[in-house]
Nanobody, 127 residues
Framework: QVQLVESGGGLVQAGGSPRLSCAASGRAFSNYNMGWFRQAPGKDREFVAAIVAAISWSGRSTFYADSVKGRFTMSRDNAKNTVYLQMNSLKPEDTAVYYC????????????????WGQGTQVTVSS
């Protein structure tokens, strides 16, 4: 069992750079692939970023949606059982509830594949 708690959201001006955190408790955090997803009102939950438990066969450890590539950076600190999402150059269309999830499978971009979720943190970007 893994419990996840997101923090760091709020009201941000366009162009701002907040950092979201997701603190995990439970067993073997370092064994889980972690993902950030977001959900805007009336829309499905969409993939934002993911970081693997170990370097993948391709040598990549992080994966991003095209809409955030170059603006968002995901990282993890296994010693602190925490993952982060550094968000830069925010746009109004980034407004959503942001969720972190934990997954032991390989389908990092599919929210249905994730085993555990946090409660989410609201990010609102004003223009």
């Amino acid at each position: 069992q893994v419990q996840l708690v997101e923090s760091g959201g709020g009201l941000v001006q366009a162009g701002g750079s907040p950092r979201l955190s997701c603190a995990a408790s439970g067993r073997a955090f370092s064994n889980y692939n972690m993902g950030w997803f977001r959900q805007a009102p009336g829309k499905d939950r969409e993939f934002v970023a993911a970081i693997v438990a170990a370097i993948s066969w391709s040598g990549r450890s992080t994966f991003y949606a095209d809409s955030v590539k170059g603006r968002f950076t995901m990282s993890r600190d296994n010693a602190k059982n925490t993952v982060y999402l550094q968000m830069n150059s925010l746009k109004p269309e980034d407004t959503a509830v942001y969720y972190c999830g934990a997954d032991r499978g390989l389908n990092l971009r599919d929210p249905d594949a994730y085993d555990y979720w946090g409660q989410g943190t609201q990010v609102t970007v004003s223009s």
